[in-house]
């Protein structure tokens, strides 16, 4: 508690520096890092309070449990219907495309792609994790791309989407497949928007 | 230790009664679905003992730590080079389904499936067990089979080929999109086929 106190009532010591938000801020950018690059399963508060430099106590002060922390740092005010409604609006010629930019920026983004690999990580061990997932990729993003073609089966088409996706978010920053990690985003965005446009768009098997 | 010994020294103890190499296989089997269901951090040696029904210390007298333990169950005695051989005799034709074929059963099997399931769970949290992911699907299996083709990079083909197979594994058994889980395995062989094909024999953009 004294260092809550203290960050409370001292505007000299280090919490207070950075100001609330500052330190606010610094603790989301490191739990976000941290659980990338390790999980949720085997960070500590401990570990993020002392890499962000700060007290553990002030991590409970700014967000609760781990859990509280976690769940925190992985909302992200991504307003996917603004970018479902730009992406249909072009019509279906190179939909697939311009859902794989949208996907593959946003894991090659800084925040939102340490946000979404920690969720990729923690889904393994975590069913609420998976959850997020699930609505994040297929409710919010995928599905309704698929139902705005009016084509058959919008939700199987967005699961197939789904899988290739969260399958390079796992080999490029979970297994480490090396020419995935050296590949160019363009490239990637051609590659993998025509496998998306085939599952958005072409007939399926029986 | 007094369950070792009794199993040493007893022959009507429970451990006994199934015979050394019964105990070891219950042991190996549920230590394979519970590292498949919740992943290596999250079971512990005492877990697998009261599943298997056996004294924590008979399973660290047949397998050692749990890393060894976990290393001992997701050792697999599958002959790649015999199936790779296999899936290229018949030429490029039709390839991309046999692989899809090859991958998807053994995820859909009960024993093989578990371990790679494990495997992928694992390597969330643990750089070995990504290893061994990369070892398997591309140095073992894919890499081969794209070496096979002799066509230009067959190491990023391998990879694009290891992103659709694992995050079918992730997509289908970790996150748990339905439409996926009530795919039959014909249709997703067709589907996943296609995209193998495509990321094994055309021309990648520049």
């Known amino acids: 508690m004294s260092a809550t106190v203290a960050a409370t009532s001292d505007r000299r010591s280090p919490g207070r520096r950075r100001g609330e938000s500052g330190t606010r801020q610094v603790i989301a950018t490191t739990a976000r890092t941290l659980f990338a690059t390790h ?3 085997a960070v500590s508060v401990r570990t993020i309070a002392a890499q962000a430099g700060v007290d553990p106590s002030l991590v409970h002060h700014f967000f ?13 005010p991504l307003d996917d219907s603004e970018a479902v409604a730009g992406m249909l609006e072009a019509g279906p ?4 495309e311009r859902v794989a ?4 920026g946003q894991l090659r983004s800084s925040d939102t792609g340490r946000t979404l690999v920690a969720l990729v990580r923690t889904a393994s061990s975590d069913p609420r994790a998976a959850e ?3 609505e994040r990729y ?3 993003l995928l599905e309704p791309v698929a139902r705005g073609l009016d084509i ?3 939700e199987l088409r967005a699961a197939l989407c789904c899988s290739q996706l969260l399958g390079l978010a796992l080999t490029e920053h979970i297994v480490g497949l090396t020419p995935l990690c050296e590949a160019g985003t363009d490239t990637l965005v051609a590659i993998y928007g025509a496998t998306l446009q085939r599952y958005l768009t072409e007939p399926l098997p029986h």
């Open 138 to 140: 297929t409710r919010d």
């Open 39 to 41: 999980g949720f399963g």
């Open 64 to 76: 609760g449990s781990k859990r509280q922390l976690f769940d925190a740092v992985t909302q992200m």
């Open 101 to 104: 930019r949208h996907v593959i």
């Open 93 to 96: 010629d190179g939909l697939g």
């Open 152 to 154: 058959d089966h919008p």
């Open 132 to 134: 997020q997932l699930r």
